[in-house]
């Protein structure tokens, strides 16, 4: 079946703009992540939603970023006036459940440019 | 999450087996074992988790101690695909959200 994607592949924008990045989860998941990873490193959590549930923020590294879910499905994740330390590649993750033993399945991942 | 230890890089030749380690000597009883690999350029790709028995996949096996104090990740046969920074990581069974990411094993395969 469809996997999680993402949407747009690549995004570069001037500092100080805002973007918006676009995750579809796969069908029947209900719980959705979002994460960073900056070039050489490891990945960031930024934030979570489970089915309804309030979203869990608590990885958000500023009051800039913020993310909406509309039920089940997708996602979008808000970047208001960006700064250059923003680059980074953005991934989104789903999980039939958000609990230790379903795995993650990721998206491809957005790469972001601040220039 | 308990801290993982994994070593910084490993090669192996192509068509070998190839084994990952990882220590996790503050592993609770209700953490889950979950393997990550992430190919240059893509998102990271689920390989395989265990609780306390070993598993196998069609990817790999997961080999854990008695002790569950260490794992270790086995691929049967490398292949040039199969090199990628290897990820093992700790889920609490009540853990609900994000997988807490360390620096993985680097793993580089020789033609």
């Known amino acids: 079946g469809a996997g999680v994607s993402q949407s747009p592949s690549n995004k570069v924008t001037e500092k100080g703009k805002d973007v918006e990045l676009r995750c579809d989860p796969i069908s029947g998941h209900t719980a959705l992540y979002w994460y960073r990873q900056r070039l050489g490193q490891g990945l960031e959590f930024l934030i979570y939603f489970q089915g309804n549930s309030a979203p869990d923020k608590s990885g958000l590294p500023s009051d800039r970023f913020s993310a909406e879910r509309t039920g089940e499905s997708v996602s979008t994740l808000t970047i208001q006036r960006t700064q250059q330390e923003d680059s980074a590649v953005y991934l989104c993750?789903?999980?039939?459940?958000?609990?230790?033993?379903?795995?993650?399945?990721f998206g491809p991942g957005t790469r972001l440019t601040v220039t | 999450d308990a801290k993982t230890t994994q070593p910084n890089s490993m090669e192996s030749n192509e068509e070998e087996p190839v084994h990952l380690p990882c220590n996790h000597s503050t592993i609770s009883g209700t953490d889950y074992i979950h393997w990550y690999r992430q190919l240059p350029s893509q998102g990271p790709e689920y390989v395989i988790h265990?609780?306390?028995?070993?598993v196998n996949n069609r990817m790999a096996s997961l080999a854990i101690a008695e002790d569950r104090k260490s794992s270790t990740l086995i691929l049967h046969r490398a292949t040039l695909r199969d090199a990628a920074v290897y990820y093992c990581?700790?889920?609490?069974?009540?853990?609900?959200?994000?997988?807490?990411w360390g620096a993985g094993t680097k793993l580089i395969i020789k033609p």
């Open positions: 993750a789903s999980s039939y459940r958000d609990r230790a033993a379903y795995e993650q399945y």
């Open positions: 990581i700790l889920r609490d069974f009540d853990s609900n959200y994000q997988l807490i």
């Open positions: 265990g609780l306390t028995s070993n």
